[in-house]
């Protein structure tokens, strides 16, 4: 009886080691799962940020264009008209030399 009472206790002690050992290897495995799950979300998040920093630095550059060609604009426009009226004015001068 008690030799076979030492072979069940040996193997209920072996049970309990093996479940525990499975049990430390599935917590491993769940734990590095999780790991792996929020990698790729980290990943994603970062590619989202990115492109949404890029669309931004888009419309920036589209906008300070936008104001450089304003300012240009106003500031050529006056040189532009003087320009313009002033060969109107050659045009009417000569005109009338040549009317004369």
Known sequence: GEVMQCCVSVRVNKFLACSEAALKIQCWWRMHQAMLWYGDKLRAVGKIQAS????????????????????????????????????RRDAAYRLTAFAK
């Open 52 to 87: 949404i920093r890029a669309c931004i630095a888009v419309t920036q550059r589209k906008a300070k264009l936008a104001a450089i060609m304003r300012i240009q604009a106003s500031i050529m426009r006056p040189r532009l008209c003087a320009g313009i009226v002033g060969r």
